[in-house]
């Protein structure tokens, strides 16, 4: 439980001590943000005295003078001179980072590979032309292995929110309503961050020279040309592949899921072994990632434990065993539903996809002194951000099905 008299608490502790002890409460989870009140911190920290608001003439009198008094209050502890929006402050993080970290129904963490990094706009190399063994006769020299240099380049973007708390806030005590914005603001973060992945692993926001996720030798290309250039698109417009990948293929049946495996093993190639001619990619899909519209249909395929057939004349009943069951991950969400209700995707996302990290969820405060403190009467602000993005590596792991 928490401390009865946290004002108590500070003064035996001091400012440090009394900061330590209630953050390390907070990481072991023997406190929780709601069980704090602003104007019990408050007290704690600064002093009762600031707590009652001025009337308006006493504003235009004395408000300047309290100012000045807060502050030589607040230069005294051993923290500085902002040790409520301290304390405050690591209420707020741990409320934002929870919610933040909740996950419940979100499905973007399985579709990248999280690569941190201190570098944006990064250049990531490859190879290609890498042949593999050749016969060497007795005697000769073996072949030296060629290779030519294979890259994409990476975007991140810069996203988050301000959240202020204010005077009134701290004298009508609205501890409550703090912490839902705090978990709001943390929800909307991550939500944020699962449409970004959501939408970027079918390249829905591709605008020719302007976004997308795909970006080879640096040039911004679309991931899934309906033309099935990249090997990786089935359905109407493909005049790559021709029939009979040039239809769409509704999610219905486990011949639907068969019709794409065979696609890739026929089609598409790598040019890392044999650059002349290309081979067969070894190819273990583990995803198939629908709208939530047709999860259902999706669940029911790689679930079910027999599958019945009939012949065309239905004279003759075959009954085996369902080679899909549970060979893949059913992942479904309201994101693919906005760009298309009827398109479906399979393959390894995680190896063609990275969420490229560089800075996660942070929280951070601003003491008094701005002027949003003179302007607003508020006594603190906290910044809720996040720098990163979604990339495609490669357009071989992943194939979309015009399902309609």
Request: net charge negative; charged share 25%; aromatic share 10%.
């Amino acid at each position: 439980m928490i401390p009865t008299d946290l004002r108590c608490l500070r003064e035996s502790l001091g400012p440090r001590g009394f900061y330590e002890t209630l953050t390390s409460l907070l990481e072991e989870g023997e406190l929780k943000p709601d069980d704090f009140s602003l104007r019990q911190l408050w007290e704690a920290c600064v002093g009762p005295t600031h707590l009652t608001l001025p009337s308006y003439a006493a504003r235009q009198r004395t408000y300047i003078t309290d100012l000045g008094q807060l502050a030589h209050l607040h230069s005294e502890a051993d923290l500085g001179t902002n040790l409520f929006q301290t304390v405050t402050g690591a209420l707020i993080a741990r409320k934002v980072i929870d919610a933040y970290n909740q996950t419940d129904g979100l499905i973007g963490d399985q579709l990248v590979s999280v690569e941190r990094s201190s570098v944006k706009n990064e250049r990531i190399a490859g190879f290609t032309a890498l042949q593999g063994p050749k016969p060497v006769a007795e005697g000769q020299p073996y072949e030296e292995a060629s290779f030519g240099d294979k890259f994409v380049t990476t975007v991140e973007a810069k996203k988050g929110r301000i959240l202020s708390i204010t005077e009134e806030a701290i004298h009508f005590d609205q501890t409550g309503e703090l912490l839902r914005r705090a978990a709001r603001i943390g929800e909307a973060t991550r939500l944020e961050r699962e449409k970004t992945i959501v939408r970027g692993v079918v390249d829905a926001d591709y605008v020719a020279g302007t976004s997308g996720v795909y970006r080879p030798g640096g040039v911004l290309e679309p991931l899934y040309p309906s033309n099935g250039s990249n090997r990786n698109y089935i359905g109407v417009g493909n005049t790559t592949s021709g029939a009979p990948f040039n239809t769409a293929v509704a999610l219905e049946d486990w011949t639907s899921i068969d019709f794409v495996l065979r696609y890739h093993a026929t089609q598409v190639r790598d040019d890392r072994h044999s650059p002349e001619a290309g081979e067969p990619i070894v190819w273990m899909p583990r995803i198939l990632l629908v709208p939530k519209s047709k999860e259902l249909t999706a669940l029911r395929i790689v679930s079910a434990t027999t599958i019945l057939t009939l012949s065309g004349d239905g004279n003759q009943r075959t009954e085996f065993r369902n080679p899909f069951g549970g060979v893949y991950t059913v992942l479904a969400s309201p994101f693919l539903d906005a760009v298309n209700s009827d398109d479906w995707y399979l393959g390894d996302f995680r190896r063609q996809f990275i969420w490229k990290e560089i800075w996660p969820v942070q929280v951070f405060r601003q003491g008094r002194g701005s002027d949003a403190d003179f302007e607003r009467d508020v006594v603190a602000r906290y910044k809720v951000r996040y720098y990163g993005g979604i990339n495609a590596l490669d357009e071989r792991w992943v194939v979309k099905v015009d399902g309609a």
